[in-house]
């Protein structure tokens, strides 16, 4: 099948319509059947809808009900987030509106954190990781449907259609134990719980410091592809990144998991949809967590030894908590 994206301006059609039509623009048709289970992977990193830090519940909402006249086998779900202040994702699912509409329409909606789980074993550079996934993703369905929102991650660049999947990984603690492996671990995840097809929801992205500080930015567009790595090349070309500056994206591409720009159809010129540049402010209260994110010792060391916490409450000292931890954190 030919690698295709569809890019919608929400100035002029609503998230509904610019997903219908984007799902039959790049086939989703010849992709499933009325038997084909899907799984919805949206950005739900914070614990209440803020514009460019997570996707907009309207446009999840949107690709169920487009979704539905193809298939009624959906499920949805994320995992607890928060990192080392981890939230429950149920929290967020009622927060959002999402708990409500899912038991509305019939839609299973997940935390994939309470979900059964497959070790798969993951190999590179020598190295051999055992790593805990939901057997929901690994084994049950057929295809996952990744909604990113395009924002600057002061880890890793961006956070696009592979990033996403970085929440499907069940437990905060090995996503923070596996951060220094971070570009080998995220493609075999992608891969174990079969992402194939993408939905950027652009409405507005999020500039200068992520994933949930930073500058939201009004965008209005959507993407909907049937290849995760073109809708990260794509939405990099709008944001106006080089991609192979992103080092998980340059080694996708060295992986063969991001097509070339000359093997994607689009149904429009992308150039119209650009708007400001997006770049990286990283503060410098950033630099423990960057510092840890590329090191095991430092991984260890901030997040797993018995000073952790010392060191996050000298942190909090010079920059504020990024959500009320004492109303929605759990216990570690």
Not at 111 to 127: A, C, D, G, P, W
Not at 295 to 315: C, E, M, T
Request: contains cysteine; glycine residues 6%; aromatic residues 10%.
């Amino acid at each position: 099948m030919n690698i295709r994206a569809y890019l919608g301006n929400l100035n002029k059609d609503s998230y509904i319509d610019i997903i219908s039509q984007g799902l039959d623009y790049i086939k989703f048709g010849e992709l499933v059947s009325s038997n084909t289970q899907v799984f919805i992977k949206p950005n739900l990193t914070y614990p209440m809808y803020r514009h460019g830090v997570m996707t907009n519940p309207e446009a999840v909402k949107a690709a169920i009900l487009a979704i539905r006249e193809y298939t009624s086998n959906i499920v949805i779900g994320d995992a607890d987030s928060g990192g080392y202040n981890r939230f429950s994702m149920d929290e967020v699912y009622k927060e959002t509106g999402l708990w409500e509409f899912t038991k509305n329409n019939g839609v299973e909606i997940v935390n994939l954190s309470n979900t059964k789980r497959k070790t798969v074993q993951i190999s590179f550079e020598n190295k051999q990781i055992d790593l805990d996934l939901p057997s929901l993703l690994t084994d049950d369905i057929d295809l996952l449907i990744t909604m990113p929102v395009p924002k600057i991650h002061a880890n890793t660049g961006v956070s696009l259609s592979f990033k996403n999947q970085w929440g499907c990984i069940p437990e905060p603690a090995d996503r923070l134990r596996l951060h220094p492996y971070f570009k080998h671990v995220i493609l075999e995840v992608n891969k174990a719980v079969k992402s194939r097809i993408s939905i950027i929801d652009g409405m507005y992205g999020l500039n200068f410091n992520g994933p949930m500080l930073g500058t939201p930015i009004e965008l209005e567009w959507v993407m909907i592809s049937n290849n995760i790595g073109a809708s990260a090349r794509l939405a990099c070309e709008l944001m106006q990144i080089q991609i192979e500056k992103i080092e998980h994206l340059r080694f996708a591409i060295e992986s063969g998991s991001i097509p070339k720009r000359s093997e994607i159809e689009t149904n429009t010129e992308i150039f119209g949809f650009q708007k400001e540049k997006f770049e990286l402010h990283r503060k410098i209260t950033d630099i423990p967590g960057y510092l840890a994110f590329n090191s095991p010792f430092l991984a260890y060391l901030g997040y797993f030894s018995p000073v952790s916490d010392l060191l996050h409450r000298i942190l909090y000292l010079f920059r504020e908590p990024l959500y009320d931890y004492d109303k929605y954190s759990r216990s570690k």
